[in-house]
């Protein structure tokens, strides 16, 4: 089936550093969205992305839907402690209601 | 409001046996889904609604079965639980218009299938 790559798989940062992860498709997208999930939590939205080449905040976080509508990227920026957990990229297949996710960015983030 | 509520939040069981998840919303959502998580593989997308009396496949169906009668409640059978099953399970909905596309996620339900 259609699969999001997503890299890095995990991340180990300094507190206070910069972070970026991304995620690319075979096929084309026209939302993106981004989850940021907790041990013991569901997926919880950062940020929706409905236009290609489209930039957009929300705090610390900046995500941008790719020109070619085949990726997208996330930055967190001044990271901190509680910036720890896994973050998805997801969108729904073209023409469809199926969403689907990546396989997660592991983010550690150390004091 | 509260959103995506599933029910139970633990659940063992044995080989062969069968169980319901539960997951409502009360936000008015068109769109409901059910994902499998396992270790390293994100969510997979087991079955899914856009409306009552409406259902499909997702990535992962086999061994699951779903039905919607309401817009709230959208549950997930297990007819007859195997190991593999064993995992993590989320409810989601949205709403299923254009620019929405967004998913609200319950706060899961784990199961063990001894």
């Given at each position: 089936g259609q699969q999001l790559n997503q890299s890095p798989q995990s991340m180990f940062i300094q507190e206070?550093?910069?972070?970026?992860?991304?995620?690319?498709?075979?096929?084309?997208?026209?939302?993106?969205?981004?989850?940021k999930q907790e041990p013991g939590e569901g997926p919880v939205l950062l940020i929706a992305l409905y236009k290609a080449g489209e930039l957009t905040s929300n705090g610390?976080?900046?995500?941008?839907f790719g020109i070619t509508r085949k990726d997208s990227f996330l930055?967190?920026?001044?990271?901190?402690?509680?910036?720890v957990g896994i973050y998805f990229c997801a969108?729904?297949?073209?023409?469809?209601?199926k969403y689907i996710f990546g396989t997660g960015t592991r983010l550690k983030v150390l004091a | 409001n509260a959103g995506v509520t599933q029910t139970p939040k633990f659940q063992v069981l044995k080989t062969g046996q069968s169980m319901t998840l539960q997951c409502a919303q009360d936000m008015n959502h068109e769109y409901m889904s059910w994902y499998r998580q396992d270790p390293g593989m994100g969510l997979r997308l087991i079955h899914y609604s856009v409306g009552a009396g409406i259902t499909d496949q997702g990535e992962v169906p086999n061994g699951y079965n779903v039905s919607r009668s309401t817009t709230e409640d959208f549950p997930l059978r297990l007819l007859s639980a195997a190991p593999s099953q064993t995992s993590v399970y989320f409810c989601a909905s949205s709403y299923s218009g254009t620019g929405a596309n967004v998913l609200t996620f319950g706060a899961g339900s784990r199961l063990t299938v001894l």
């Amino acid at each position: 089936g259609q699969q999001l790559n997503q890299s890095p798989q995990s991340m180990f940062i300094q507190e206070g550093e910069d972070v970026s992860m991304n995620c690319t498709s075979s096929s084309i997208f026209n939302t993106w969205l981004w989850y940021k999930q907790e041990p013991g939590e569901g997926p919880v939205l950062l940020i929706a992305l409905y236009k290609a080449g489209e930039l957009t905040s929300n705090g610390r976080l900046t995500a941008q839907f790719g020109i070619t509508r085949k990726d997208s990227f996330l930055n967190i920026s001044a990271s901190i402690p509680s910036d720890v957990g896994i973050y998805f990229c997801a969108g729904p297949t073209s023409g469809t209601y199926k969403y689907i996710f990546g396989t997660g960015t592991r983010l550690k983030v150390l004091a | 409001n509260a959103g995506v509520t599933q029910t139970p939040k633990f659940q063992v069981l044995k080989t062969g046996q069968s169980m319901t998840l539960q997951c409502a919303q009360d936000m008015n959502h068109e769109y409901m889904s059910w994902y499998r998580q396992d270790p390293g593989m994100g969510l997979r997308l087991i079955h899914y609604s856009v409306g009552a009396g409406i259902t499909d496949q997702g990535e992962v169906p086999n061994g699951y079965n779903v039905s919607r009668s309401t817009t709230e409640d959208f549950p997930l059978r297990l007819l007859s639980a195997a190991p593999s099953q064993t995992s993590v399970y989320f409810c989601a909905s949205s709403y299923s218009g254009t620019g929405a596309n967004v998913l609200t996620f319950g706060a899961g339900s784990r199961l063990t299938v001894l």
